[in-house]
């Protein structure tokens, strides 16, 4: 796990162009403290920070191999799943390794397949290849953007990173915050268009996108997309092989050769994982796995019951460790760290988040980077299975437009009034659902709830999965540590992708598939717990200091964002604590103190980052 970064231009020689790639590259220390290195030629820069996972000495990047009088450099960010397999497909072909590292096996698989490369790899990744014979660059995304990759075409210059603030660095690039900006912030965020992002001509590699870069300019091309087809196993077959699938995938996962754990809620999700790992751990090692969960001082005191966050988590993962004899450790967070901890979580994004659902995962991964390097998430399953509430409520589902998402209106009333002359969110987002629509494919054979569900399905793994997978990247990665995703196996999801909503929904039960699969895994209090999501502080001094910091920019006439907002609604918010919007404003857990902490990281962005308004 790294960063990468890079410069083309053929226009100008950048053989002296060291400080600058330097500049980006340090820009990424935080994912990558271990190593730094660069690649200078005259026309391609690249850069690598370093997460050391495998192959401590003979991973080291950028890497170059030349073969047939040929230079090819890669800098890849990611990790495969399928090195074993494609390494003896490899030296079966002629190939030879100096080392173990995935990052040979990427760099000869590309050689080998070429632009197919993708096709071929089970894994999580986005990495460029530079051919310095034809100086033609390839960069790719893995299917589900589980890494990120961002880049930005100004006066000739190629430039692609993993986060957006390595773009900034270079000297001809600059921040601007435009209509469609404003309307990805106050209409889709803190989720964001596939491709796109708030700042004006920084782009968004899509997932399971490649692109290729060269004199003629620039070529996109997707390599994958979920296939839509008959499912044909019976019942007790498809949850056999979704059994095979998710064992197959976490013991994949569970490959390191520096210390790993699994995070731990007591949900459904993190206990397949802690199950199946606690096994492999014991037999491969002969230890107990670490295990963590993350909690906050007094949430027993302060925990209200809803729908969306039925009960809390303490009793079931107490019930997990003494199942399945986990060393486990619980992380208790405090309030002020929660607000504190903002501007981090949205520098780690690079734009405003998911508030203090963001800086809590910061501050967990903070303090489980003390025991381990790498940990496993349950984080996917929702989407790829049905797991949310929305998949099962009425309103959600004859919403027409994003169910995590339903207050538009209170949405457009945070603008200014002279803002929304010219930026319509409703009409955006309508734009963006209706678009994101019109790719999901159904077969003929398809009952009304079974085309219902697809759309859902495929709606809530391209926006909302990847607005999550966002913030585990961004918030693991800002502590150096990695976080991988058993459920995110693109066999697993083209395999769920085709089950029938009867099937996915057994019982009637959110996830009703998964858990009969795992009945004879897990104790059954634990397969038969109602879902309950990342847990979210309950303490009201969070409410409190929110509500005193939103209040405070408002006061402030020269805070940035105070341009942007329509004063009076905004000092609604902060009178009734965020009660103007009568439900979630995103998601499960964003309520009204969510939203308060949003508006603050809006204005902390504004003062950060100084783009130009471009209205």
């Known amino acids: 796990m790294c960063g990468i970064v890079g410069v083309v231009n053929y226009k100008e020689d950048l053989s002296s162009g060291h400080g600058i790639i330097g500049k980006m590259t340090k820009a990424l220390t935080r994912r990558g403290p271990d190593e730094t290195g660069v690649f200078v030629e005259k026309h391609c820069n690249l850069g690598h920070r370093r997460l050391s996972i495998i192959d401590l000495e003979n991973g080291k990047q950028p890497m170059s191999v030349k073969i047939d009088e040929i230079t090819y450099t890669i800098v890849y960010n990611g990790q495969l799943y399928n090195t074993k397999e494609l390494r003896e497909t490899l030296l079966q072909n002629g190939f030879e390794f100096n080392g173990h590292s995935d990052t040979e096996v990427l760099l000869k698989s590309y050689i080998f397949y070429g632009k197919d490369v993708c096709q071929h790899l089970n894994g999580i990744f986005a990495f460029a290849v530079w051919n310095s014979k034809t100086e033609e660059i390839f960069i790719a995304r893995d299917h589900f953007g589980i890494k990120p990759l961002y880049y930005s075409i100004i006066e000739n210059n190629l430039m692609f990173a993993s986060e957006v603030k390595a773009i900034l660095e270079h000297p001809k690039s600059k921040p601007i915050l435009d209509k469609t900006g404003i309307a990805e912030l106050f209409g889709i965020g803190p989720s964001h268009t596939p491709g796109s992002s708030p700042f004006k001509g920084i782009y968004e590699l899509e997932p399971a996108h490649f692109m290729v870069y060269n004199r003629n300019g620039l070529q996109k091309h997707e390599y994958w997309k979920l296939e839509t087809k008959e499912h044909t196993d019976d019942f007790e077959t498809t949850c056999e092989t979704v059994r095979f699938l998710l064992k197959d995938s976490i013991e994949r996962q569970l490959v390191s050769d520096v210390p790993i754990c699994c995070l731990l809620s007591g949900g459904l999700d993190s206990s397949i994982i802690t199950a199946y790992a606690s096994k492999y751990y014991k037999e491969k090692y002969g230890r107990k796995l670490s295990t963590f969960s993350v909690d906050y001082v007094d949430q027993d005191k302060n925990f209200v019951k809803s729908d969306f966050q039925p009960n809390s988590d303490n009793y079931y993962i107490d019930l997990m460790v003494k199942e399945f004899d986990t060393d486990h450790h619980k992380i208790v967070l405090d309030t002020p760290a929660l607000y504190e901890t903002l501007e981090d979580a949205m520098i780690a994004r690079d734009f405003p988040g998911m508030a203090d659902v963001d800086s809590s995962y910061l501050l967990f991964f903070k303090e489980v980077k003390k025991h381990a390097k790498v940990t496993l998430s349950g984080e996917c399953s929702d989407e790829i299975f049905g797991g949310y509430p929305w998949y099962f409520r009425k309103d959600s589902l004859e919403s027409n437009t994003f169910p995590w998402s339903l207050a538009i209106s209170e949405r457009q009333n945070l603008l200014n009034p002279e803002i929304t002359k010219s930026v319509n969110l409703k009409e955006y987002i309508d734009t963006q659902y209706q678009k994101s629509l019109q790719k999901v494919e159904f077969l003929p054979t398809d009952s009304q709830i079974n085309q219902l569900q697809r759309k859902l399905n495929y709606l809530t793994s391209n926006w909302f999965m990847q607005t999550l997978l966002d913030r585990t990247d961004r918030m693991s990665m800002y502590n150096g540590f990695e976080v ?36 004879d895994v897990l104790p059954d209090e634990i397969v038969n717990r109602k879902k309950s999501p990342y847990p979210k502080t309950h303490n009201p001094n969070y409410t409190k200091v929110v509500k005193e910091a939103l209040s405070k920019i408002m006061q402030d006439k020269k805070a940035p964002i105070n341009g942007l907002l329509n004063r009076n609604y905004i000092l609604d918010i902060i009178e009734t604590e965020g009660k103007a919007f009568t439900r979630p404003w995103f998601g499960q857990l964003m309520t ?13 962005w504004l003062e950060k980052y100084h783009p130009e308004l471009e209205i």
Do not use: S, T
């Open 484 to 519: 991988r995703v058993p459920f995110c196996d693109v066999r697993i999801v083209e395999y769920v992708w085709n089950i029938p909503w009867e099937m996915k929904a057994y019982k009637g039960r959110e996830k009703g598939l998964l858990r009969h699969a795992m009945k």
């Open 592 to 604: 009204g103190p969510q939203l308060m902490a949003y508006l603050c990281q809006v204005n902390m």
